[in-house]
Nanobody, 127 residues
Framework: QVQLVESGGGLVQPGGSLRLSCAAS????????IGWFRQAPGKEREGVSC????????YYLDSVKGRFTIARDNANNMVYLQMNSLKPEDAAVYYC????????????????????WGKGTLVTVSS
């Protein structure tokens, strides 16, 4: 069955870096866009980034542009989110999700357009 498993979260000081991984199984990763979302305590889940299939088009939430980089390795069924210059406001549970489309855009980086989700990995940014 379709599975998405996130890893790589942890505690990091402000200004630090983490690389999140999303391991996909049960489907052909190359046919689907993948999104990263996050949810902080008391806040709604928000789309952080997504990556399309064929042309690798990416999208980033304004607040993470220039700091986060999404990448995919279809051959190894992995999607990554490199997070640099982390801020306390980046702290959240991060989820990867499979899109119902092959393309990626800000308007489609919504839960409505995702059909499978991982269980999340916790990112804590604190000194």
């Amino acid at each position: 069955q379709v599975q998405l498993v996130e890893s790589g979260g942890g505690l990091v000081q402000p200004g630090g870096s983490l690389r999140l991984s999303c391991a996909a199984s049960g489907f052909t990763l190359g046919y689907y866009a993948i999104g990263w979302f996050r949810q902080a305590p008391g806040k709604e889940r928000e789309g952080v980034s997504c990556i399309a299939t064929s042309d690798g088009t990416t999208y980033y939430l304004d607040s993470v542009k220039g700091r986060f980089t999404i990448a995919r390795d279809n051959a190894n069924n992995m999607v990554y989110l490199q997070m640099n210059s982390l801020k306390p406001e980046d702290a959240a549970v991060y989820y990867c999700a499979r899109a119902t489309t092959y393309y990626c855009s800000g308007s489609h980086l919504r839960a409505t357009y995702m059909d499978y989700w991982g269980k999340g990995t916790l990112v804590t940014v604190s000194s």
